[in-house]
């Protein structure tokens, strides 16, 4: 890390209803019949009613490899691998402390999002988030499953990212976690190991099993497929619009990411995949997020970029 980054870095329980028919009036059983019989049929009309649709955007549900490994396993496994990357940063002084001014917005950022993540993920209630941010030029971030945070300032300075954009970028980050996206992966990996496996048994090679924490080495370098993507890039607008971040953020973003790919492409564009469909999908889903941002209270402090000195060489 170059002197002027390490610089930059120290500034059911069910309950049935009692129905009690009325004490007034004729309490003959005929009348107590249709009485009853009245009552029935105005519940199943209620039952009948619609569901209404929930605000904000719509994914569908977990894929089911997800239950071929365990959401323990990844999460430890990946707080893990969180440790030992502070761990290695902080050796090379380049972990940010909780004072540097980068480190506080993120951190007002992510708590300003985490209260909107309980409805994707009930287990992201009881996760430790952490937020870090690491003094290296990359352009990256990620969210671990787990909710471990990292941002490299690089992504921060040499884009110049608004509040609002960074809070693209961490939802769309969350929103892999919340999703269980990388749990996916390994299930899938698991069922296709699993199968090489069986077939290794009957032929008599040997076993070949390894357990979802082997698989966890990936996690700091798992690759998403576009479907992934969409799903990320549509939950984390939806965050970042109940948080009182300007959806609208996302499109400038990702046109930042764009003129950022030309020629060698950054480290965070190596797992994001980014094309003109991905802004046009942003500005079609819009309309479902935009009122969510317009009842939403704003954040009481604007933070804003860390400053381009010393961001060349």
């Given at each position: 890390?170059?002197?002027?980054?390490?610089?930059?870095?120290?500034?059911?329980?069910?309950?049935?209803?009692?129905?009690?028919?009325?004490?007034?009036?004729?309490?003959?059983?005929?009348?107590?019949?249709?009485?009853?019989?009245?009552?029935?049929?105005?519940?199943?009309?209620?039952?009948?009613?619609?569901?209404?649709?929930r605000d904000g955007v719509e994914v569908g549900g977990n894929s089911k490899f997800t239950k071929l490994v365990s959401a323990e396993q990844v999460e430890s496994a990946a707080q893990e691998q969180y440790?030992?990357?502070?761990?290695?940063?902080?050796?090379?002084?380049?972990?940010?402390?909780?004072?540097?001014?980068?480190?506080?917005?993120?951190?007002?950022?992510?708590?300003?999002?985490?209260?909107?993540?309980?409805?994707?993920?009930?287990?992201?209630?009881?996760?430790?988030?952490?937020?870090?941010?690491?003094?290296?030029?990359e352009l990256n971030a990620f969210c671990m499953p787990g909710g471990k945070i990292a941002f490299y300032l690089g992504i921060l300075q040499t884009l110049q990212l608004s509040d609002e954009e960074v809070?693209?970028?961490?939802?769309?980050?969350?929103?892999?976690?919340?999703?269980?996206?990388?749990?996916?992966?390994?299930?899938?990996?698991?069922?296709?190991?699993?199968?090489?496996?069986?077939?290794?048994?009957?032929?008599?090679?040997?076993?070949?099993?390894?357990?979802?924490?082997?698989?966890?080495?990936?996690?700091?370098?798992?690759?998403?497929?576009?479907?992934?993507?969409?799903e990320a890039d549509l939950v984390g607008m939806e965050l970042a619009a109940r948080s009182g971040y300007n959806p609208r953020a996302g499109v400038s973003l990702w046109q930042k990411m764009a003129e950022?790919?030309?020629?060698?492409?950054?480290?965070?564009?190596?797992?994001?995949?980014?094309?003109?469909?991905?802004?046009?999908?942003?500005?079609?889903?819009?309309?479902?997020?935009?009122?969510?941002?317009?009842?939403?209270?704003?954040?009481?402090?604007?933070?804003?970029?860390?400053?381009?000195?010393?961001?060349?060489?």
């Amino acid at each position: 890390m170059s002197t002027t980054l390490h610089q930059d870095l120290v500034e059911d329980a069910t309950i049935t209803p009692r129905i009690d028919l009325p004490r007034s009036g004729c309490t003959c059983a005929l009348h107590g019949r249709r009485l009853f019989t009245g009552l029935l049929a105005g519940a199943a009309a209620t039952a009948a009613l619609p569901v209404l649709a929930r605000d904000g955007v719509e994914v569908g549900g977990n894929s089911k490899f997800t239950k071929l490994v365990s959401a323990e396993q990844v999460e430890s496994a990946a707080q893990e691998q969180y440790l030992q990357m502070r761990q290695e940063a902080s050796s090379k002084r380049a972990l940010a402390p909780a004072n540097h001014p980068q480190q506080q917005r993120l951190q007002a950022i992510a708590d300003r999002l985490i209260p909107y993540t309980y409805e994707w993920n009930p287990r992201a209630r009881n996760w430790t988030w952490q937020v870090s941010l690491i003094g290296s030029k990359e352009l990256n971030a990620f969210c671990m499953p787990g909710g471990k945070i990292a941002f490299y300032l690089g992504i921060l300075q040499t884009l110049q990212l608004s509040d609002e954009e960074v809070a693209m970028i961490m939802g769309h980050e969350m929103a892999h976690a919340l999703r269980e996206h990388a749990r996916e992966r390994m299930g899938k990996q698991t069922a296709t190991r699993g199968a090489i496996e069986l077939g290794a048994a009957i032929f008599g090679l040997g076993g070949l099993a390894r357990s979802a924490a082997d698989i966890g080495g990936q996690l700091l370098t798992l690759k998403y497929g576009r479907d992934d993507e969409s799903e990320a890039d549509l939950v984390g607008m939806e965050l970042a619009a109940r948080s009182g971040y300007n959806p609208r953020a996302g499109v400038s973003l990702w046109q930042k990411m764009a003129e950022a790919s030309k020629g060698a492409p950054p480290q965070f564009l190596s797992t994001h995949p980014s094309s003109s469909t991905r802004i046009q999908d942003i500005e079609a889903n819009l309309p479902k997020v935009e009122p969510l941002y317009a009842r939403a209270a704003r954040p009481p402090r604007v933070f804003g970029p860390p400053s381009l000195r010393g961001a060349a060489g």
